[in-house]
């Protein structure tokens, strides 16, 4: 069986991004069940299949062991991992299904706490063929500081999870809602020389004394180089396809024989065979502000592909 695990950070739009691609894959012919792991949600905007919520909530957990709202987390996910046979008598009944994992909202969970992480194993030696989607809100690539925290963060959690991952910039069109991008948008997505993000950084009086540190910090992200992120406007029909494609190449499904389709496209899959621009054109075209400068090199771009 094939999946996704949906994480990220609270506010990124895991709950919403899970009931457009269940929606999205659902019009392509998928059947397509959601796993609530989120034991803080209790207003959902899709129906889940299965809902960690008869088994245990926050509010609950909070209420009787006088935790906070993390701590309370924490409690969930390791209580889910000491009664996994649980879930596990849950997905059965959604057996032959394509899962969305709508997981909590905390980053410790996936940077350094290990019951996510456990989780995720048992259900990988279930055969279960997962990628992790990690969503980011592109409102971070709005200031060099915060883009080099989301870094930071999603590398962590990259190293944590040990599934193969996509890291997705969500609520693409709201990109610039907060002013213009310092640079295109492929330097944020591709994560390209961070050295001109470091020069920006120490331009901030307040980041400026620490200098070394925030060196080390670019060094750190640059050594392993493993991040880079997909651009996702949930409304926008090219951009969820090609969120589905990366994920599709991450845990294999591309490579199945549960949908028809011809050697080309296992080929260009299997070489990422895509023009960079093509991966932000419509992104950039319709929710960013281009100067006339970009639009004639766009529009040359154009007439090279």
């Known amino acids: 069986m094939f999946g996704q695990v949906v994480i990220g950070p609270p506010g990124s739009g895991k709950t ?15 059947k ?18 299965v809902d960690i919520s008869t088994l245990i909530t926050l509010s609950d957990v909070m209420e009787n062991l006088k935790l906070g709202p993390n701590g309370g987390l924490i409690y969930c996910m390791e209580y889910l991992e ?23 909202g905390q980053v410790e969970l996936y940077t350094h706490h290990n019951s996510v992480k456990n989780i995720f194993g ?9 990628a992790a989607v990690h969503l980011v809100d592109s409102f ?15 590398l962590s959690t990259m190293l944590q ?7 997705v910039l969500s609520k693409a069109d709201l990109i610039e809602q907060y002013g213009k991008l310092t640079f295109n948008l492929d330097f944020f997505t591709d994560v390209l020389d961070m050295s001109y993000l470091l020069e920006h950084l120490q331009d901030d009086p307040f980041f400026s004394k620490f200098k070394k540190m925030n060196k080390a910090l670019v060094g750190v992200i640059e050594d392993y180089s ?6 996702l406007n949930i409304k926008d029909r090219e951009s969820m396809l090609r969120v589905m494609q990366s994920v599709d190449k991450a845990n294999g499904y591309v490579f199945g024989d549960l ?4 050697i080309q496209t296992l080929m260009s899959c299997a070489v990422g065979a895509e023009f960079e621009y093509e991966k932000i054109k419509n992104i950039r075209e319709k929710y960013m502000d281009t100067g006339p400068e970009e639009e004639d090199i766009e529009a040359q771009l154009k007439n090279l592909l």
């Open 82 to 104: 000491k009664n996994f046979d649980w879930l596990q008598h849950e997905l059965a009944k959604v057996e032959g299904h394509y899962v969305l994992f709508d997981c909590p």
């Open 122 to 130: 048992k259900l990988t030696k279930m055969d279960y063929r997962l």
């Open 32 to 49: 397509c069940a959601i796993i609530n792991l989120d034991p803080a949600n209790d207003t959902l905007p899709y129906m889940c299949d």
């Open 16 to 30: 919403t991004y899970c009931k457009a691609m269940q929606e999205f894959l659902t019009a392509l012919g998928r």
């Open 226 to 231: 493993l991040v880079c992120f997909v651009a």
């Open 259 to 262: 949908e028809e389709r011809n």
């Open 161 to 167: 999870i040990e599934l193969p991952h996509v890291n």
């Open 140 to 154: 971070y690539c709005c200031e060099p500081s915060k883009f080099i925290s989301v870094l930071l963060t999603s």
